[in-house]
Every structure is written in C-alpha cells, then in structure tokens.
C-alpha cells in the first residue's frame, strides 16, 4: 500500500519504518527538513533499538518530501502523527494537528481516488470528528464516507521499546468513521495477529487517555506504597511480586523509583485533568497521581541529604538523563527536577548517559558532562536516575549511592547504599 506520515518524530519515523518493513511504500512528511535528509541517508535521526537497521533495509521502500511537495496522487492511507504538546492550561495545543490537517487537505484535492486519513496523535475524545473532519472536509472539498476516509488510530508503543512493539502490538484500535477507512485499516493490520477492536474515533481517543493514566496511576500507586514500604522495612519489589500474582492484576508496571516522564504520562494526564475540570467533573484521583510523581525526585535529595547535609560545592555524580532506560528523549525525564534542585544547592555536578547528554545540554549548560559511567563515580556521592543496562556492569565499591531506579550492582556493592523506596 502507498502510505504517508506528517510528522516523522517518536511515533511517524518508528510507525512509517516498520509500515515499509511490512511490505508498504512509505513517504515521510516534516516541516524540519533536516529530519527528512537524515531519513534519507539512512540515519534516524532519534535513538530507538533497531531503527537504523530496519530504515537501511527498507530504504528502496521508504522516501520523503516537505508539506508543500508531497504528491498525494498515488496515496491510500496517510498518517498523521505530529505533536500534540500541552498548553498552559493543560489541554492539548492542536496547531500543529490543524496545520497538518489543512495541508492533507490541500494535498489530497485533486486525488481522483478514495484516500484515508489516519489519525495517529493523541487527541481529546471528539477532535477527530469535531476539529480534524470539518478541516479535512473544507480544504479537501470532499466529503468523509463518501470520497474520503477518516479514522483514529491511537499508538500504544513504548518508547526504547518502539520497534518490537510497534511489531508485537498486544492490541490494535480502529476507531473509524467510515466504511472504506475500517477496510484500509483493517488491510495495513492484516499481518498482525493480536487482538483487535473496531470502535468510533471518540472511543479510540478515550481509550489512549484512559490507557496512559491508568499506567500513570499504577506507577504512582507503587511509589506510594513503595515509600510506606521502606519506612517498614519491608521490601516493595517482594510485595508487588506477589501482589501481582493475583489474576486479576497484571504485574506490569507496579516499579517503585523516582517516577514517570516521558513526552505521554505527565502531558496525557494532565489533559484529561483539565478536559474533565474544563466539563465540571474535575477529578481527584489524577492530580493526586502528578503529585505523588513530582515528589517522588525530590526525595532522593532528601535522601543524598542525611549523608551530605550540606551540598554546596559538593561533587555529585549523576548516572542517567533521558526518561527512560535505551532512549534518548529527556522529555519530563524525572532527573530535571533533580538537577534543578542540586544547583539551587550550589553542588557541582557531574553527569552522565550513553544517549542523552546533547538533549540535556540544551537544558542545563552550564554542568559537566562526562563521556563515561565511571567518570561520575569520582564523586562524593552518586545518584541513579535511569537503569541504562550499562550501570549495571559498573563497580561501585567504597562509593556513596542513593539510587532511584534499583541497580543491583549498585545495592550489592555501593559501600553506603540508598534506595528511593527501598
Ligand atoms: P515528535 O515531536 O517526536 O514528532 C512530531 C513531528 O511532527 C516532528 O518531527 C515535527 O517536526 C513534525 N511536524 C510538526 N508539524 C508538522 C507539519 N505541519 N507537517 C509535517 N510534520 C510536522 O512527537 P512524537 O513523540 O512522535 O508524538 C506524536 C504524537 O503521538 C503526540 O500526539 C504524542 O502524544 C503521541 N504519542 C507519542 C508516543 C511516544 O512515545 N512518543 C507514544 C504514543 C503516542
């Protein structure tokens, strides 16, 4: 199938890759003309296990094109998949969905066949029909259900994890508006044999939110219980071990530590906070959600604290940036508040991750950044914001750590050992 992305970030380039490995020509679409040259060469241009191999292979498959060159006249399915950042209040900004939609619009006038547009952002329930269809319809001049396709396809894959998720989908949701967009979709997804749910697009929207923030619940649950835990002495991992056990609960996800970033958890939930508050139903569980998150950071200052009470002009070492372990997206990464706290201290700190340091000079300049692990540990004391698999291997004898994230190597050989929650 001839299919397109607009947006070609986290979701379009890991989306539109694995598209052109399952068979399909796939032609990315981008305002950062840069991002499509490096496409282009066969260089993604974000860090995802995987990628490079798989956008070399289907290279032949795979072309790219600005907004204003992309010639939709051989186009079946086009994906839309650029961001969908917060505004101040909360709610998600839609600019950058309008513009998209208006260009598809534009693009697909002269189309003289059917074209389905796929939304693929996360989007409140109702934008898809109320926003997206009236841009769509107006610069396309065509009508959905009659020569125009439209559905909403909400995108659950992990980011480190990207590729083999995208591959291996536990679920697939097709939330579509018509006929001719639930037959396209359903041909794309032929290949996959997970299960897979036909629903309208403000089903499909809801299920996205309702997904993340229960993750988010479930990991502020665990840190919550995690942090009574250590007050008791008890081991939290050991409690989550047979508490998920129980078949009605999935074990997943129930990990103390210093909590959850990323460019979804803390953007999709606050969304919902606000879009619930926005219809006078403002919830009580979610906000409690975001604050036991920003909290939980800070404790390990506190933590660092009772070994180091006073950190001015104290070195300390900082092992992992980027939100999640195998990533480099710093987007929320629960160690910028760390940091921030750590300067306003007046510590000198040395930092270091094997993907993320460029993306955290844009935030913090002005800390030292070294190029190896065991750099940080000449330090007065370290601290674990990110299990990279590499901390793993380091030795950490006679070294201070308070850890937020449980790397065994650190706990069985740290000479003062600390955990967040445990
Ligand atoms: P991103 O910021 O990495 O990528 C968005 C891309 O869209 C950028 O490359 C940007 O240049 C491009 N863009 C903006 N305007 C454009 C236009 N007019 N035409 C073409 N391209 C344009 O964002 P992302 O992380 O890939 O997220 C995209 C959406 O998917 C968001 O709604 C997000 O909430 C959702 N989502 C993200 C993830 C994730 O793990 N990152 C997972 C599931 C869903």
Redesign the pocket.
């Known amino acids: 199938m001839k299919i397109a992305i ?7 380039l890991v989306s539109g890759v694995c598209l052109a490995e399952l068979g399909n020509e796939v032609t990315f ?4 003309s840069n ?1 499509l040259e490096s496409i282009q060469r066969g260089t993604p241009p974000i860090y995802e296990e995987g990628l490079e191999e798989l956008l070399k292979k289907n290279l032949t498959r795979i072309h790219s094109s600005s ?1 204003a060159q992309y010639d939709s006249s051989d186009a079946e399915a086009i994906f839309i ?4 950042p917060p505004n101040p209040d909360g709610t998600p900004n839609y600019k ?1 969905i309008r ?2 939609t208006a ?1 598809i619009g534009e693009s697909i006038k002269k189309t003289p066949h059917n074209v389905t547009i796929i939304v ?3 989007v409140l329930p109702g934008t898809t029909e109320e926003i997206i269809r009236p841009i769509l319809e107006e610069h396309s001049e065509k009508k959905v259900g009659r020569e125009l396709g439209l559905a909403m396809n909400p ?5 480190g994890l990207a590729i083999h998720d995208f591959m291996n989908p536990d679920r697939i949701i097709i939330g579509s508006m018509d006929e001719y967009s639930r037959e396209i979709l359903t041909r794309i997804y032929a290949p996959f044999s997970c299960k897979k749910l036909h629903t309208t697009p403000k089903v499909a929207e809801m299920i996205k939110y309702v997904s993340n923030a229960f993750l988010a619940t479930k990991i502020s649950f665990a840190n919550e219980i995690g942090n009574i835990c250590k007050r008791n002495g008890i081991d939290t991992e050991e409690v989550f071990t047979g508490v998920g056990m129980d078949a009605r609960i999935n074990p997943a996800f129930f990990v103390s530590g210093i909590g959850f970033g ?3 958890f803390p ?1 999709d939930v606050q969304a919902l906070i606000s879009h619930a508050t926005n219809q006078g139903l403002p919830p009580k569980l979610l906000p409690a959600v975001l604050s036991i998150n920003d909290e939980q950071p800070l404790r390990l200052i506190s933590i660092l604290k009772k070994y180091i009470p006073n950190l001015h002009g104290k070195r300390i070492g900082i092992l992992g940036l980027s939100f999640k372990p195998c990533s480099d997206d710093i987007r929320e990464s629960r160690v910028i508040p760390i940091l921030a706290s750590l300067l306003e201290e007046g510590a000198e700190i040395m930092a270091y991750d094997p993907l993320a340091i460029e993306q955290m000079k844009h935030i913090f300049p002005g800390i030292t950044y070294v190029k190896s692990a065991e750099a940080v540990l000449n330090t007065e004391a370290v601290l674990i914001a990110t299990a990279h698999p590499e901390f793993e291997l380091l030795n950490y004898e006679g070294k201070v750590v308070i850890d937020g994230r449980r790397v065994r190597a650190a706990a069985k050989g740290a000479a003062i050992y600390e955990g967040v929650c445990w």
């Open positions: 607009f947006g070609s970030g986290y979701v379009g679409v981008d305002i950062d991002k907004a998949c650029v961001g969908t950058f513009t998209v260009q693929k952002s996360t995108e659950f894959l992990k980011e990323g460019s979804c953007k």
